[in-house]
């Protein structure tokens, strides 16, 4: 039976269709940036988190570490092409063999994957120990410790940076083989256990 629609019955469907879920990907390609649109991506997401949600810093999060950094991304991937840098973190060499990590953020909407960060931060260290790292530090937002106990790093004190809780923080470099392919990345698809 064929049923005639009125127009309130027609914005009531159009309505239905501007409150469905937006699209989260189920596949991240992370990897270290390699194009341009990865960079300015990941600059972007950087300022969205940094600067505007958090108000650490005014304007944007650049600063002298950048020039030496190798910036790695989480892209959402859709029917297997890479769409959007959705997470990010930053590693760098400060002296021989010792590496740091800096500016993990993950896009507000992709938080609740709960593997995003943790598969950032895999491959920011192994991909730190196959150049030869020998220890690998972080300062971590306070609120971010719990998830970095889980992935074997330990606390070695509490700190403030930027006026805000920190610990300065060590991994257990042994739980995370050498990498030697982090321009091509990895695949994830669900939790990651290191």
Not at 78 to 106: F, N, Y
Not at 122 to 148: D, E, K, M
Not at 150 to 170: A, D, T
Not at 178 to 183: L, V
Request: glycine content about 6%.
């Amino acid at each position: 039976m064929w049923r005639v629609f009125s127009i309130i019955e027609l914005r009531g469907l159009t309505m239905l269709n501007e409150i469905t879920k937006q699209f989260i990907s189920s596949a991240y390609l992370v990897k270290w940036v390699t194009e341009e649109w990865e960079y300015q991506q990941m600059l972007a997401l950087r300022q969205a988190v940094f600067c505007e949600e958090q108000g650490v810093f005014e304007g944007n999060d650049i600063d002298d570490i950048d020039e030496k950094a190798t910036p790695i991304v989480a892209i959402s991937c859709v029917a297997g092409i890479p769409d959007e840098v959705v997470g990010t973190v930053r590693i760098h060499q400060s002296e021989p063999q010792i590496w740091w990590g800096s500016r993990l953020a993950v896009a507000a909407n992709y938080r609740k994957q709960g593997h995003l960060g943790a598969a950032l931060i895999r491959l920011a260290v192994t991909s730190a120990h196959a150049q030869g790292c020998r220890n690998f530090f972080a300062q971590v937002q306070s609120r971010n410790v719990p998830l970095f106990r889980k992935l074997h790093w330990q606390s070695l004190q509490e700190i403030q940076v930027h006026g805000r809780p920190h610990h300065l923080m060590e991994v257990h470099l042994e739980k995370y083989p050498p990498f030697r392919e982090p321009q091509t990345g990895f695949i994830c698809t669900n939790r990651v256990s290191v």
